[in-house]
C-alpha cells in the first residue's frame, strides 16, 4: 500500500535514506535527521511530502517531492526528490504506482511538470524513467556550500 509518511514512520525512514544512499554511492546524514523531517513533513503546509510503501507492517519504499516554480515560465512544478524501492520490491510495478501518486499529486497543485534527477550510474532507474516516457535533458548538478568562498 502506499500512503502519505506519518510520524511512526520515521525511524523506518531512516534505514531506507540510508539503503538508498548506500545504492547512489553518496553519504547519508543520521544525526537530528528525525527532527529536521518532523518540521519539514508535518508543518502546514508540508514543506516536502512523502509516500512510502508498506507491506506487511513494514517500509519497503519511499518517494519524496517538494514544489517549486520555473522562472522562465512562471509556472509550478514537483521536484522528485527520491524513489525507493527496496530491490525485491523491484519489477512489480510499484515505481509506477509512486509515478502516478506524483502525477495526482502534481496536479492536485496545477503544477504543469515533473522533475527529477538520477546518478548516471543507476541504469535500472534509468531504463524506468525511460519506460515511463520521461524524457532526459542533459544538465550538470552542482552543490556550493553555503559557507563556501564563491571566489
Same mark, same amino acid.
Given at each position: 500500500m502506499i500512503r502519505p509518511i506519518t510520524p511512526q514512520d520515521l525511524d523506518s525512514l531512516l534505514i531506507l535514506c540510508s539503503e538508498h544512499a548506500d545504492y547512489e554511492q553518496l553519504a547519508f546524514q543520521v544525526a537530528d535527521q528525525k527532527s529536521r523531517w518532523q518540521a519539514l513533513f508535518f508543518s502546514?503546509?508540508?514543506r516536502i511530502h512523502v509516500w512510502v510503501y508498506e507491506h506487511d507492517g513494514d517500509l519497503q519504499g519511499y518517494m519524496s517531492v517538494t514544489l517549486?516554480?520555473?522562472t522562465w515560465s512562471g509556472r509550478? !512544478? =514537483?521536484y522528485m526528490d527520491c524513489l525507493y524501492l527496496r530491490p525485491?520490491?523491484?519489477?512489480l510495478g510499484l515505481g509506477r504506482?509512486?509515478?502516478?501518486?506524483?502525477?495526482? !499529486? =502534481?496536479a492536485s497543485a496545477d503544477c504543469d511538470e515533473i522533475q527529477w534527477h538520477t546518478p548516471t550510474h543507476n541504469q535500472l532507474g534509468i531504463?524506468?524513467?525511460r519506460h515511463i516516457g520521461a524524457v532526459e535533458k542533459t544538465k550538470l548538478r552542482y552543490f556550493l556550500s553555503v559557507a563556501g568562498d564563491p571566489s
Open positions: 502546514d503546509p508540508s517549486d516554480y520555473a509550478c !512544478f =514537483a525485491t520490491y523491484r519489477g504506482q509512486f509515478i502516478s501518486t506524483l502525477q495526482a !499529486f =502534481a531504463d524506468f524513467y
